[in-house]
C-alpha cells in the first residue's frame, strides 16, 4: 500500500529566512506524481508545486522548490525567503494509478508557523 | 470562474439523522473525491468517482454514501450509521489524467447537536 509520511508536526521560521518541510514516501508503482499542498487557516487547499517522478529535475514555483530523493523516497519542500502568508498547514501527497483507478495519499501534515 | 462549490459551510445534524453534502463543479473535470479531514490525520478518502454513474469505497466509507448522477455533481450523505460524523469534509476534482494536481472546495464542517 502506498504511504506518505510527514514526521515534523509543527516547525518554525523567521520572516525571510528559509525552512524545509520533510516528506517521505512508499510506492511500489514506476510512475507516480508528488504533490505539495497548502491550506491557510481559511482551510482552502491550495496546490504549491507538482513534481513528475520520471523528471530527475526538481521543480520550483517561485519561493518554493522540492528536493526530490527517488532512491531514498524523499520529497521535500523549501520554501525561501519566508513570508507572515506562508503560514499554514502542508501536505505531501503522492499519487498513482494501481489496476486503473486514481487514488491520491495524503501525510498528516506540517503546521509551519512565521515568526515576524 | 471554474471552481468547486461545497454547501452548507456548516452542518449540524441531530441524533438518527442523515445528512446531505452538496459539492458542484464547473471545471469539466471527471473525477471526483470525498476527503475527512480529522486533526493530526490529514486527509482521508472517503468515496471518489472516476466518471458519472461509478464511484468506489475509499479508506473510510463506511456510515457515509455517495451518488454520481451528473458529471458536475457529488454529493455525500452521511447516514445515522457514521457513529462519529463531526468533521471536516472536502471535496476535490481532477481531471482523470496521470498525475493532475486536485482542485478542492471551501470545506463543509460538520458537528453534532
Known sequence: AQTVTQSQPEMSVQEAETVTLSCTYDT???????????????????????????KQQNATENRFSVNFQKAAKSFSLKISDSQLGDAAMYFCASFSTTSGTYKYIFGTGTRLKVLA | DGGITQSPK???????????????????????????????????????????????????????????EK???????????????????????SIRNRGQPQHFGDGTRLSIL
Not at chain 1, 507516480?32 to 499542498?37: G, H, K, M, Q
Not at chain 2, 464547473?26 to 458519472?52: C, E, F, K, T
Open chain 1, 28 to 54: 511500489s508503482e514506476s510512475d507516480y506524481y508528488l504533490f505539495w499542498y497548502k491550506q491557510p487557516p481559511s482551510r482552502q487547499m491550495i496546490l504549491v508545486i507538482r513534481q513528475e517522478a520520471y
Open chain 2, 10 to 68: 456548516y452542518l449540524f445534524r441531530k441524533e438518527g439523522q442523515n445528512v446531505t453534502l452538496s459539492c458542484e463543479q464547473n471545471l469539466n473535470h471527471d473525477a471526483m473525491y470525498w476527503y475527512r479531514q480529522d486533526p493530526g490525520q490529514g486527509l482521508r478518502l472517503i468515496y471518489y468517482s472516476q466518471i458519472v454513474n461509478d464511484f468506489q469505497k475509499g479508506d473510510i466509507a463506511e456510515g457515509y454514501s455517495v451518488s454520481r
Open chain 2, 71 to 93: 458529471k458536475e455533481s457529488f454529493p455525500l450523505t452521511v447516514t445515522s450509521a457514521q457513529k462519529n460524523p463531526t468533521a471536516f469534509y472536502l471535496c476535490a476534482s
